[in-house]
């Protein structure tokens, strides 16, 4: 039976490193925001892209379909992030699992800023972190 995991942080908080040490146990990784960017060559992490939704949404969904363990690495602080993961868990029999990525406010913007590239900024980690978390804590899966 596959497991899907769907990772969930702030932007600098390490998931891509972690989802890259789940890669080497034979995962197949998605990320909508490296979709977007492909597609587009731009990243704002804060758009929502329908076209790179609907393809992570395919990745994942034929990712599981063949049997592959699957991560999901991006912000996945959006409801339909946790919603397609829970029907595409039902529908492929995969467990389901989220990992969230509790790093501190000021290492992530000290890393995102330590960025040769793909630098989202200080303003975009504080929105994000205003606009999600409660009292520092991370949203919670419906």
Known sequence: MPKLIVLRGLPGAG????????????????????????????CNILADDPIAIDAMQAIVLNSLQYGYDTVIDSTNFERY????AAAVARETKSTLEFIDIDTPLDVCISRDLARDSGRV??????????????????????
């Not at 504080?126 to 419906?142: D, S």
């Open 15 to 42: 998931k891509s490193v972690y989802a890259a040490q789940l890669v080497m146990k034979g995962f197949k990784r998605v990320s909508v925001n490296e979709l977007s960017t492909m597609m587009s060559n731009t």
């Open 81 to 84: 992030t946790a919603k397609f």
């Open 121 to 142: 900024g200080k303003d975009v980690i504080m929105y994000m972190y205003e606009e999600f978390f409660t009292n520092g804590k991370f949203p919670e899966v419906p």
